[in-house]
């Protein structure tokens, strides 16, 4: 007791001493004092207060959960498959250079390891920069690949809304030299194909395009320094009402008000091709060329997606910024919208479940020469999805398969253990997926019940009288029938 209040009032001295602002020297002198009694204190109690947990916004993932993100899995392979795509992987970890000066406002939340022999590294962020890393080490200039693997942020996690500081991505990406917008529509049409295979319920895709948003800014007097941040202010819209975006842009960032008001107009419009006309006429902004351009290639985005037939899953939203800083072109956001559910109450709103667009210079500034590879991709929310999905299933009450046994090798009386393990044996080797208890004499009815518990659904039962036959019977667990 004694050593605690001691470390109480050195706490009390550095408290005090920056609050009188103190020697900077002498500060940091008392606070490793303090450390070092918490460590001391922590030493002798680390003997019986063990914490069990995971680390902050990690989770453990059982037999159930692991039925449903493999079934997930599949589905979203399966799709990257149909579409031509083949896989790749890289390590979990980069040279933090690779990942320094990436990823605008969000640098912040990179995990940096301790110095390993000369070599500063961090966690990966995402798998898009590794992938541009890979294109111009490799230079490769033509590729059409997915990667599923977890990536890590040291975010402030919201687990019930599927914020994790661990968690998985999975990405789709095609590289190269194409024409305008194939590609593009090919990764949305792609978003909408997984969502509706996997039965979320309806949403929406918003797509939007950087160039768009940059002319935007330019023709309402946003200085060209100020572009990225405004950028990732108008990015919060979907989150926060527009006059709390618009007082950060003011009163945080010093943008004038009326260039402030002027982006309020456009940020509020969303719609279809009749908006992207309607845009292409407005005085101000078809004078400007980025914004023209990004607005050509929306329209010819759009007769595209027609063409796919998901046009009506699409809305032309310039609100959407995604904070993300290597964007350069199209960029898109699916939002899974609002459901009801049977009980009265509000389900999840789990927001964004994909996202994605167009980064024509990313692999050039690994690049020596600066050769750039341009590229387009999406990011399917597996964790979000998931969460869904696993909230879902525990108000259904539906039973899950953890396992796929097939069939249980069961016997009717005592003393048939090796009958048993000689034909599981026959079974295992024609690849058959099976079971059988680990006990000698297990009664018939333990056989059955391990059956009905864990949804196997044949039972193959050896007994005296079938040996001398030499058959084997069988039965069906749900409907008792014996053949």
Not at 398 to 427: D, G, P, Y
Request: charged share 30%; proline share 3%.
């Amino acid at each position: 007791m004694a050593e605690e209040a001691a470390v109480r009032e050195q706490a009390e001295v550095v408290r005090r001493l920056k609050q009188d602002k103190a020697e900077p020297d002498e500060i940091a002198k008392e606070v490793a004092k303090l450390l070092e009694m918490k460590a001391r204190l922590g030493a002798d109690e680390g003997k019986h207060k063990f914490v069990l947990k995971t680390p902050k916004g990690t989770r453990d993932y059982g037999p159930k959960q692991m039925a449903i993100r493999e079934r997930v899995f599949s589905a979203i392979i399966a799709c990257f498959k149909r579409h031509g795509a083949e896989v790749i992987d890289t390590p979990v970890f980069e040279l933090k250079e690779t990942l320094t000066g990436k990823y605008g406002e969000d640098s912040k939340l990179i995990y940096d390891l301790k110095d390993q022999g000369g070599e500063l590294l961090s966690l990966r962020y995402d798998l898009t920069v590794p992938f541009a890393r890979y294109l111009a080490m490799n230079k490769i200039t033509n590729i059409k690949r997915y990667h599923i693997a977890k990536v890590y942020r040291r975010d402030n996690p919201a687990m019930t809304r599927g914020r994790y500081r661990e968690f998985y991505q999975c990405d789709f990406d095609i590289a190269g030299q194409f024409d305008p917008m194939i590609p593009d529509a090919e990764c949305l049409k792609i978003v909408s194909e997984i969502l509706s295979d996997l039965q979320l319920g309806d949403f929406l895709i918003k797509v939007n395009d950087r160039r768009i948003l940059d002319g935007m800014f330019a023709v309402c007097g946003v200085p060209d320094s100020k572009f990225r941040t405004i950028c990732s202010s108008v990015d919060k819209l979907d989150k926060m009402p527009w006059e709390e975006v618009r007082s950060e842009m003011v009163g945080e960032k010093g943008l004038s008000p009326e260039a402030a008001d002027r982006i309020g107009e456009y940020v509020q419009l969303h719609g279809g091709m009749d908006l992207i006309e309607k845009l292409l006429q407005d005085p101000k902004l078809s004078q400007n060329k980025l914004a023209k351009e990004g607005l050509g290639d929306m329209k010819l985005l759009f007769e595209y997606l027609t063409l796919f037939g998901i046009v009506g899953k699409i809305s032309f939203d310039l609100s959407l910024a995604r904070g993300l800083d290597y964007y350069t072109g199209v960029i898109y956001e699916a939002v899974l919208l609002q459901q009801e559910n049977n009980h009265g109450e509000d389900s999840v709103s789990v927001g964004s479940v994909a996202g994605g667009g167009r980064y024509d210079g990313l692999v050039g500034m690994f690049d020596p020469k600066g050769r750039k590879v341009p590229c387009v991709g999406v990011s399917i929310g597996i964790e979000r999805i998931f969460s869904i999905l696993e909230q879902r299933l525990e108000a259904s009450e539906e039973k899950i398969r953890t396992t796929e046994t097939q069939v249980l090798v069961a016997s009717a009386q005592k003393k048939l253990l090796e009958e048993r393990l000689k034909l599981i044996s026959e079974l295992w080797d024609a690849g058959i997926k099976a079971e059988v208890l680990y006990k000698k004499n297990p009664k018939l009815l333990n056989q059955l019940q391990y059956c009905e518990d864990t949804g196997i659904p044949l039972v193959a039962i050896v007994g005296e009288q079938e040996l001398k036959d030499g058959v084997v019977k069988l039965r069906v667990v749900a409907t008792r029938e014996e053949v």
